[in-house]
């Protein structure tokens, strides 16, 4: 009989991530994949002499041989093979959660979640905490680096993007900051209705303890709603645009402001120099100050790394200017949510032509409709199936068109702009109907621009 051992299901960055952490800390190893494993990820695999399967799991093999289950967050816990685990009783850990168990005792985990602004707050807290030299920082999770990866390197302070399906995989994942920086109808396809989703994103808090600190937008009334549904021991501390707080983090007269709980103003920064704009980068940057004050950096260095921000890739990305049209990506645009405040944040003068279109996960587009009959001139639906949001705003804008192709749909968004119009790519949907992921659309629809401008004859293919 072979001895027992982790088995690791999934052979991507957070699986691989973890097998590299067991075999440092000497356990013995399977990697298990239903699909074919990246030639990257297969390299190290083989480098490091872990053995692994692709292309199907060898289910009578797991479920006799396994000790534990790490499970890559990406594999629903409602297919056979984890029905089968269960039954089996076999212990199921996420990456994260087996990752934690070998960090330093004095390492701290500060862990950012919400519907939309994750990477950016991720980043921009990790930018800032790196400044200070006497702080040693790793950034993982959802953002694409795995966390069991980042816990071979020995960081002081962890930096994590969590996503509701990674939080769904954790029993007992403790933060010292957790952080929901907002709640929005998303991945509707996945969980049964919109407050087993809610219930998701609120287990990023659900397992501090009184010591910790919990950072959320006060302006969400779906956090405000969970905080009176949900028991949380940490101590709390909100952010908001719209209010004035006693306590927290708000804007006044274009600066943010930070109070303590004895109301007294401990942290102040004019957001004119902040190179980043829109609400939501607001939002972002004041749960963001938040954590730079818990850990007393000097304003010298915030100010570095906020002066100077750019947008990440694929998200409200200004990467093409011509004949007075900007093209905007905002490819990682994947809810309703997001694309409302790309909507938002672009000028009330300036025209938009937008890209909308994916694979739909149960969106709810009325939230949209004021911004679409106020700002959009223009609909251009880009997916396999258009019925849904094409039915919808039909009678919201004079021209709406629909195709199954980038190259297309950049076409057809060129043909009916003007100098002075924005072509927005934001699509409020899943990519997975034409694409790999958001990053593949964003990349191809950047292309595809670029290819126009390169081609002197514009035609249909």
Known sequence: MIKRLIVILGGGESGVGAALLAKKNGFKIFVSDSGIIK????????TKKIPFEEKGHSEEFIVKNAKNIVKSPGISSKIPLIKKINSFKIPILSELEFGKKFIKKNSYIITITGSNGKTTTSTIIYKILKQDRKLSVGLAGNIGYSFSKEVLKKKKIYVLEVSSFQL????????????ILNIARDHLNRYNNFDSYIYSKFRVAMYQREKDIFIYNYDDPFIRNGLKKYFIKSKRIPFSLKKKLNFGAYIKDNKIYIRNIKNEIVFC???KNISIEGDHNLYNIMASLIVSNIFDVQKKYIKTVLFKLKPIPHRMEKFFHTNGIQFINDSKSTNVHSAFYALH??????PIIWIVGGKDKGNDYNELVSLVHSKVKT???LGKNNKKVFNFFKKTVDIILETKKMKEAVIMAYVFSFPGDCILLSPACSSFDLFKNYKERGDKFKLEVKKVFHDKNIYFS
């Open 168 to 179: 769904d995989d954790c029993c007992n994942f403790r933060s010292n900051i957790a952080i």
């Open 345 to 350: 944040s672009i000028k009330k003068t300036i």
């Open 269 to 271: 920064l004019c957001i």
């Open 379 to 381: 609909i251009i639906c």
């Open 39 to 46: 030639n990257r990820y297969k390299k190290i695999l083989k």
